[in-house]
């Protein structure tokens, strides 16, 4: 096999026990050793590879940064680890058209980067754009922040280049803006976890940067107030291009690493992002004060250089949870639970007694505009029953969230983490669905196999 | 089977040859007797039929309005036309989740009657929302006007229920506003044409209705002119809420109606709306004018009341045509191209040239945000030599998009009427998985046989 790999790759395959290692796991829990770790060059090369390993057999699983949080890129079934993060060129930046072209390995903050000298950006923003690849995000259906007015990667992919299990090479879409021609293969691939087949080139559309952004920020006696103002928002048919809530715990923390943080230190937190024209947004904010002033503790307005900090503490929140005990880690599990957004009071309220009854302290923050709420628990790694408690505590939130209609993940994928729910999260016969495709378009199961509960 | 079918729905089945007639044929050139039209009135009816359809290999075409401008909903291989717009109740307006659970065969227009009063509304607008049905809409993923800014359908449907061609019921998402779990059966449903199932329920997201609304309205040497503009203006980084080419045949048509019609009659014209705030929509509305201004012959702005006749003209334009000499028709044939927008200038100068060599009068308008291009022939139906030179412009102009990288469908689907040019549009391995998927949902081939060139 080895070999037959460099026939292919040459020296961009190895089968050493460190590189094994060192691609034997994401960002998550789940882990397992590799056979080969193969670092493509082309689309030739990945589907020659595919050829190779459909027919021997051997499992494939993509790999972008290895930042996901469900287990997705961890190659538990051994086989052959396919490392897409040097396929990073931008191809082409076709602003004309509203969109650029990409191979799957380019970096999301640096297509960023790329894009805003022209006015333009790619609006999906998950925490981990310094370092995350835009295969990963499309496979994961990534979002972040500000999903909530622009939406999920989902909407900004118009074209794929895939190749399937057995090395064929497809094209899923067009250029065009707007086409109604054939079943939305895109939309199949996005979300798939590498399931379905590789993604070697992406065609995405882009959007305007907005002229202008600003921030409400306000607190509230309990979590659970701070939801009911996330509903009162909506109804009024005000769409903020964020909506976060950090919660008392996680502010705490925030005031752990900056001290001099301008956020409120009186109850829990909602942030109100608006953006788009200067007198639009100022209106906008306006009216999320007025909507909220009647609920909130204190309520504030920044703009300009005085957000900034604010909204870096914000992508800090996850790291520096470790401040408020250092002996203890952040494990992601039951960390991106999601409901509808009239439910976002009662999850918040079931998190809240699941964490107490079993002891775990938490941080609740999240997109919660989206009815995404994650939940940081932390222990003690050296300490078994601490390991225990957790897992009951997870399983109880994704529980808790399936009995409120919700999701068991708003953003970060099923993985292996969350396979064990995807029945009941789906429903049985969409399930068996999922398998008839899959089997229709991988029918030897080497692609990720394990993945996603099918 | 009358007999069988009677058993399901009782007096709700017919074969009377009026009745058969009655359902031959959608709103394209397409046709076929059905041996059956069925109203089903719920999910489980549906499924019984499904049953003993898939049972018997008895083809099953679901129709809505019948607006379809594709053959979609003409039974051509004959067996069940299910009609489904008896199905029309909006079951709930959750509006705090920002969405509607409805039957699928609501009226467009009826939805957003409810929705008014609330602030909100469901963003997708064709020309046929008064009278085509949320259930054909998510099938053909129709769009309109104001695609260009809130996307296609796709972008509103959230969950769906669905009955296989074997009578199982699935759900494919949820309620909430993002959820990561599993593989996105919404979307591949949304424009699969009634080829994978039937949808008996959906569950939509609706958005906030805009506060204001501007119109800015120029005219151009040539149409190809106008083309240009629609680029400068996008390359600004401007999302307009529509942007509509009428060219100067389309204009003296809706003259013929509308003599006092505020439009500019020294050229090809460009309507660019805009929606948001008040502040924000002047502020648009000026840097639209100010691109637009060095390219254009005439400019002027529009709002409020002043809007409304340029709009009601603008929807009448399809049926409006045959003011322009009452012995032709207008027949939807090659009427659907679109383009990567950069290309617009291109297809206009070629859909000029193949309309003038074949000698067929054309009347050319659309959602040219989007890169679509209505082109509307006309011609005496009763010619044959003027039939046969329309089904080569009809060829020609479908041809030319997909030499520019296009699609033969932006919004109206393929149906039977352009299932032809399906292996060209997406390629033939691409076409193969779509075959291989409707094979794994439907694997005798009972849902809407021949279409979209499956
Ligand atoms: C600190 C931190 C913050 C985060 N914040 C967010 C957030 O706000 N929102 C959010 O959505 N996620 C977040 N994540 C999760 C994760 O970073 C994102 O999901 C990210 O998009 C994964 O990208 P990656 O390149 O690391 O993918 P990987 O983890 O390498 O892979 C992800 C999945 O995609 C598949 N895959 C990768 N490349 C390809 C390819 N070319 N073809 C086919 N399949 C492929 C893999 O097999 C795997 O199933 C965060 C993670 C961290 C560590
Ligand atoms: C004057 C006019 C203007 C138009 N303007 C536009 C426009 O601007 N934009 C645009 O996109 N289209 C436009 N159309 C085309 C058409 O009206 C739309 O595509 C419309 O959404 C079709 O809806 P319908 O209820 O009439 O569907 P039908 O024509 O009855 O069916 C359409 C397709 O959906 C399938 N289907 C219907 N219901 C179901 C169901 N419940 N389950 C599964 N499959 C189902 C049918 O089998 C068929 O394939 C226009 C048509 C006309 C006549």
């Known amino acids: 096999m080895l070999k037959s790999l460099q026939e292919i790759v040459g020296e961009r395959v190895s089968s050493s026990l460190a590189e094994r290692c060192c691609y034997s796991s994401d960002a998550s829990q789940v882990s397992g050793y590799p056979d080969f770790v193969v670092r493509p060059a082309n689309t030739g090369e990945v589907s020659r590879i595919m050829m190779l390993c459909n027919e021997r057999d051997v499992p494939v699983v993509a790999r972008g940064a290895g930042s996901g949080l469900a287990g997705g890129a961890s190659p538990v079934s051994g086989g052959v680890v396919l490392d897409m993060s040097g396929m990073d060129r931008i191809l082409e930046m076709d602003l004309e058209n509203l969109q650029v072209i990409v191979e799957p390995g380019v970096v999301a903050e640096k297509l960023n980067w790329a894009l805003e000298p022209h006015g333009f950006f790619f609006p999906p923003d998950p925490g981990s754009s310094s370092f995350c690849t835009i295969g990963g995000m499309i496979s994961y259906n990534s979002s972040g922040m500000r999903s909530v007015k622009y939406g999920t990667t989902r909407s900004y992919v118009l074209d794929l280049e895939v190749v399937l299990a057995d090395g064929r090479v497809i094209h899923t879409g067009s250029r065009n803006l707007k086409s109604a021609a054939g079943y939305d293969l895109t939309r199949l691939f996005v979300g798939s976890e590498g399931t379905l087949g590789i993604i070697t080139r992406a065609g995405l559309k882009v959007a305007p940067l907005p002229k202008e952004r600003r921030l409400v920020f306000a607190s509230f006696e309990s979590a659970e107030a701070a939801g009911q103002a996330v509903i009162a928002v909506f109804s009024q048919g005000i769409t903020p291009s964020a909506?976060?809530?950090?919660?008392?715990?996680?502010?705490?923390?925030?005031?752990?690493?900056?001290?001099?943080?301008?956020?409120?230190?009186?109850?829990?937190?909602?942030?109100?992002?608006?953006?788009?024209?200067?007198?639009?947004?100022?209106?906008?904010?306006?009216?999320?004060?007025?909507?909220?002033?009647?609920?909130?503790?204190?309520?504030?307005?920044?703009?300009?250089?005085?957000?900034?900090?604010?909204?870096?503490?914000?992508?800090?929140?996850?790291?520096?949870?470790?401040?408020?005990?250092?002996?203890?880690?952040?494990?992601?599990?039951?960390?991106?639970?999601?409901?509808?957004?009239?439910?976002?009071?009662?999850?918040?309220?079931?998190?809240?007694?699941?964490?107490?009854?079993?002891?775990?302290?938490?941080?609740?923050?999240?997109?919660?505009?989206?009815?995404?709420?994650?939940?940081?628990?932390?222990?003690?790694?050296?300490?078994?029953?601490?390991?225990?408690?957790?897992?009951?505590?997870?399983d109880r939130i994704h529980r808790a969230a399936l009995s409120l209609g919700g999701t068991v993940s708003s953003e970060h994928g099923i993985g292996l983490a969350r396979a064990e729910y995807m029945a009941e999260q789906v429903g049985k016969e969409s399930l068996n669905v999922m398998r008839a495709i899959k089997k229709s378009l991988d029918p030897r199961g080497i692609l990720n196999p394990g993945k996603m509960g099918l």
Chains 1, 2 share one sequence.
């Open 243 to 394: 909506c976060e809530i950090l919660d008392r715990t996680t502010l705490k923390v925030l005031r752990l690493v900056d001290p001099k943080l301008a956020l409120p230190d009186d109850g829990d937190v909602i942030l109100f992002e608006v953006d788009g024209s200067r007198d639009s947004t100022a209106e906008a904010a306006e009216q999320i004060e007025k909507v909220c002033r009647p609920m909130a503790i204190t309520i504030r307005q920044a703009s300009g250089r005085e957000m900034e900090p604010i909204w870096a503490a914000r992508r800090l929140v996850g790291a520096a949870i470790s401040r408020l005990d250092p002996k203890k880690t952040r494990i992601y599990m039951g960390e991106d639970v999601g409901v509808p957004i009239k439910q976002i009071p009662a999850l918040i309220k079931r998190v809240q007694q699941i964490t107490a009854s079993v002891g775990i302290p938490a941080m609740k923050y999240g997109h919660i505009g989206d009815g995404n709420l994650h939940v940081a628990l932390f222990i003690d790694v050296n300490d078994p029953d601490q390991w225990d408690r957790l897992r009951t505590a997870a």
